[in-house]
């Protein structure tokens, strides 16, 4: 199958909805899931490990990361609805609330018969090429793989690291979102931009910046300071698509789980940048991203948080104002130099990544070089079929610089992206 180039399997993407016709009349199911071995020579946890990092241990998981169910049905020429169901990892899921009765105390409830999430559904107004509405709960396409889900879209036997340590992912919110095409050919733009619920500085942390400040945790998501994310993207030239993404959530602390936790520091407010590019040939295909990420006034919430108690996200070690990320990496398509188009696609491929969660700290906290990460990754990705993948690779992880013991581990997969039925 063909994906959208920005929009994520269960939305109809701009240039299905702007351009001449769909290609399903009424309806489409499909959807897209990932198996995966990995066997690693290292422990559960490296600040577990003494001075060195990581302790040297062989052991071997086996996971379904994540299977999705994706439709969408179209009302007439103008309204369509588009929805994404993902069922991950196969556990069983908890669910939080406050209990004001009980001095505003967390409590637990284990209502959920497995980790099932609603990734998307929102309905979409579908005008003409250039402007379009969208309302519902919807993918924000911060950085490369948010934008670019699908695991055929990239070739690791997971999503790139980098990305998905700072960042939720997928990063799925609620709200509303314009979208279209401008120009044509070589003056091509794709454009996004979306209001929705912002973070809650409660899930702030070392090891995963604002990743965690996520929000879901509850049956309604704090809508007190929205989320703004802008993208665009150019595809004037052929095989050539560049895009960057701003989000901006003005005041993260009002999001809290109780609304007046950060009420005597002001405004919170989290910026994130992003940048990509990728570059298909015949021969090859090349991919590049950057994050940068700023969070104001992390040392007020590192004081916050670290009194938070009994919260379900227990955020007692400290956020980063700063946070950076960025990789590459390079395809060969063997299928390009056989000129047999009935050939299989097989690609070797290596792909370099470096992130830190804690690039820079401030106030009394200290940056833990054992969250600084570069990483190689080599391996090969053999497709029988366009929406079918087998995968492995070999990843080796220098931690802080090279201070600490590195990370090696081997992992197969097999993943498939595909539209099952349409009329």
Not at 223 to 245: D, K, M, Q
Request: net charge negative; hydrophobic share 35%.
């Amino acid at each position: 199958m063909v994906l959208c180039s920005t929009w994520a399997m269960g939305s109809v993407c701009a240039q299905e909805a702007t351009d001449d016709g769909f290609n399903y009349e009424k309806f489409r199911i499909g959807g897209y899931g990932e198996m995966l071995a990995s066997f690693k020579g290292y422990g559960t946890n490296r600040f577990t490990g003494g001075a060195d990092g990581n302790t040297y241990v062989h052991r071997n998981t086996i996971a379904i990361p994540r299977f999705v169910i994706a439709g969408d049905y179209r009302f007439n020429r103008h309204w369509q609805l588009g929805a994404e169901v993902e069922f991950e990892a196969g556990g069983t899921g908890t669910a939080y609330e406050i209990e004001n009765t009980e001095n505003g105390e967390w409590e637990t409830e284990v209502e959920k018969g497995g980790e099932v999430a609603l990734e998307q559904f929102h309905l979409t107004y579908t005008l003409n090429r250039a402007f379009n509405l969208r309302a519902g709960h919807m993918v924000l396409p911060v950085g490369l793989t948010n934008a670019h889900h699908e695991p055929i879209l990239f070739y690791g036997t997971s999503r790139p690291e980098s990305e998905t340590v700072i960042l939720p992912s997928t990063w799925h919110e609620t709200g509303l979102s314009i979208f279209g095409i401008v120009g044509r050919n070589w003056s091509r733009v794709n454009y996004e931009a979306y209001v929705t619920a912002g973070l809650n500085a409660n899930g702030f942390d070392r090891n995963t910046w604002i990743a965690g400040g996520k929000q879901g945790l509850f049956e309604v998501d704090n809508f007190t300071s929205p989320a703004y994310t802008a993208r665009v993207e150019y595809l004037g030239v052929p095989g050539l698509r560049i895009g960057a993404t701003a989000y901006y959530c003005h005041n993260t602390g009002a999001n809290s789980d109780k609304s007046n936790m950060y009420t005597q520091y002001g405004n919170i407010p989290v910026t994130i940048i992003t940048a990509d590019a990728q570059y298909q040939h015949r021969y090859f295909t090349a991919r590049a991203n950057f994050i940068y990420g700023h969070l104001g006034k992390s040392d007020k919430v590192n004081e916050r948080n670290h009194r938070l108690g009994s919260s379900p996200y227990s955020s007692l070690t400290p956020v980063a104002e700063e946070t950076l990320a960025y990789g590459g990496e390079v395809g060969l398509n063997i299928k390009g130099f056989t000129h047999n188009d009935k050939f299989p696609d097989i690609v070797p491929f290596v792909r370099y990544e470096y992130y830190n969660p804690q690039y820079k700290v401030v106030g009394t906290a200290t940056a833990d070089k054992r969250l600084e990460v570069g990483m190689w990754t080599t391996g090969l990705n053999y497709k029988p079929l366009p929406y079918l993948v087998i995968k492995a690779d070999y990843t080796t992880r220098r931690i802080g610089g090279g201070a600490y013991h590195r990370e090696n581990e081997f992992a197969i997969g097999a993943a498939f992206t595909n539209w099952f039925w349409k009329k």
